[in-house]
Nanobody
Framework: QVQLVESGGGLVQAGDSLRLSCAASRITFSSYVMGWFRQAPGKEREFVAA????????NYGDSVKGRFTISRDYDKKTVYLQMNVLKSDDTAVYYC?????????????????WGQGTQVTVSS
């Protein structure tokens, strides 16, 4: 069974940076699109970023473009989300997801595997 484990969440102040990690196991990492989604209290889960194959194939949600960067390390089977200039609106549980394929899709229902999530709280 594919396992995705997120880490790196925490409490930061507005304007700070944070890097999330998602370690994947039992997966042919190079064959999977890796994505990040988030869910704020009382809101639906929304797309944040995705990285396909090759790595130049990336996609970002409008609210994070220019502030967040997704990347991956094939040796460590880990995908990262570098978050800069954090805002209070970025407060949410962040989920890592994986889908077999190459296109960095933002469509949640197309992802096959999900992590448990990591909390990010940005204080203003």
């Amino acid at each position: 069974q594919v396992q995705l484990v997120e880490s790196g969440g925490g409490l930061v102040q507005a304007g700070d940076s944070l890097r999330l990690s998602c370690a994947a196991s039992r997966i042919t990492f190079s064959s999977y699109v890796m994505g990040w989604f988030r869910q704020a209290p009382g809101k639906e889960r929304e797309f944040v970023a995705a990285i396909g194959v090759p790595d130049s194939n990336t996609n970002y949600g409008d609210s994070v473009k220019g502030r967040f960067t997704i990347s991956r390390d094939y040796d460590k089977k880990t995908v990262y989300l570098q978050m800069n200039v954090l805002k209070s609106d970025d407060t949410a549980v962040y989920y890592c997801a994986a889908r077999l394929g190459s296109q960095a899709t933002m469509t949640e229902r197309l992802y096959d595997y999900w992590g448990q999530g990591t909390q990010v709280t940005v204080s203003s």
